[in-house]
């Protein structure tokens, strides 16, 4: 019987070459800089300070809401063709202010846009619903008597900005009708800050099973947000940088060039995925296993890619002895939420009693690679 985890130091000592580096960090692309999670009490403080008159940057509400709009629809326009027909639910609040801007570029770019609008607070937002409706968005003020599914095309992308994150308690009417539309719609959708029905800070707690295909995070990602799985964006290249030190964000290095938006990998970090994705370390006494199991997982869309690493010298404790095998080293991708499937094909497939299966968390990577690889694994049925 072989020990399931054998020490770290044990299987560094057979490495025939420097080549190999144990450390997953070091198997991707240069991390890119880390990008906290915020709670909705310092996403509040952030936009008070962003709107102080008395200090820099002084912005206004107009301001801000035109950035966050122009933010939302560049992640938009890099996740969804212009083929697509945009259908907006509009919020009462500033979520809704960002929907508003978001679908008025959107037509601007050439897609088809219809904006849901059931209400807003005050003549400012009215003026947003205007300039969407002279920029040729389609606006309807009401359930249609049909329902909102009738709105739907086989090419319609839904925008959730109904709330955002100052929302609190159960939806009221009308939009007690439009969130569990939301949460029940098979047509892709996109949320603003945080899908609607979500806690700001804790997610998906009333377990609406509610899961949109992208998110964009203004200014940073949300608590919440951890445990979002779909395509995430990040939007906040109007925030000063000493926010950094008052408020605990990244801001220095998070956009490259002229974007105003950078795609997160799941659990938002920026360029990395803490908790997303998996190294699973597995040893096989020759490189014809260890090629059937890397087949085997592969095929499933169980993981992403195996490396075999040949010649693998492992010097180990065992029953009171030091015992030394030559063996093949399997570096296995995948996401988190499989390596309970990884190593269950592991002990199906494998010669040894207990296989040796060793887990090590992402630390870094380029997000193309981290793309590719959450897009080869099947998620966890």
Not at 59 to 88: D, I, N, R, W
Not at 104 to 110: D, I, P
Not at 198 to 209: F, H, L, M, Q, R
Not at 373 to 380: C, H, I, P
Request: glycine share 10%; proline share 7%.
């Amino acid at each position: 019987m072989r020990s399931l985890l054998r020490p770290v130091a044990a299987l560094a000592v057979g490495f025939t070459t420097t080549t190999y580096a144990f450390s997953a960090s070091t198997s991707f692309c240069a991390a890119a800089p880390h990008v906290p999670y915020i709670s909705s009490k310092t996403a509040a403080a952030i936009d008070v300070s962003l709107m102080n008159p008395s200090a820099s940057p002084a912005y206004t509400l107009p301001q801000l809401m035109e950035l966050a709009g122009l933010t939302v629809s560049t992640a938009f326009h890099k996740t969804y063709p212009p083929s697509s027909h945009v259908l907006v639910f509009v919020g009462p609040g500033n979520n809704g202010g960002d929907g508003l801007v978001a679908a008025r570029h959107l037509k601007l770019w050439g897609y088809d846009v219809t904006c849901v609008v059931p209400k807003l607070k005050d003549a400012f937002f009215e003026k947003l619903r205007k300039q969407a409706e002279d920029c040729g968005c389609e606006i309807i003020t009401k359930e249609p008597r049909e329902g909102y599914a009738s709105l739907l095309t086989p090419s319609t992308v839904i925008i959730d900005s109904v709330f955002g994150f100052s929302a609190t308690g159960p939806p009221r009417a009308p939009y007690n009708d439009i969130v569990p539309f939301l949460h029940s719609t098979t047509a892709p959708v996109m949320a603003v800050d945080i899908p609607s029905g979500w806690s700001v800070d804790s997610g998906d707690v009333n377990y609406t099973n509610y899961a949109p295909d992208s998110l964009i995070s203004l200014t940073a990602p949300k608590l919440g947000s951890k445990g979002f799985k779909g395509r995430h964006w990040l939007g906040g290249h109007f925030v000063p940088k000493r926010f950094e030190a008052e408020f605990g964000i990244k801001v220095d290095g998070v956009y490259e060039g002229g974007e105003i938006v950078r795609e997160l990998t799941p659990g938002g970090e920026g360029g990395e995925d803490v908790d997303g994705y998996s190294v699973v370390y597995v040893t096989a006494p020759n490189g014809d296993l260890a090629q059937v199991i890397a087949s085997e997982l592969v095929k499933s869309k169980t993981v992403a890619c195996v490396n075999i690493i040949p010649a693998v010298k492992s010097v180990y404790a065992w029953k009171g002895n030091v015992e030394v095998d030559d063996e093949v080293l399997m570096m296995i991708k995948t996401r988190k939420e499989r390596v309970g499937d990884v190593e269950k094909i592991v002990k199906k497939l494998h010669e040894y009693e207990t296989p040796e299966v060793l887990v090590v968390g992402v630390e870094g990577g380029s997000k193309e690679y981290l793309k590719w690889l959450g897009e080869s694994v099947d998620k966890r049925k």
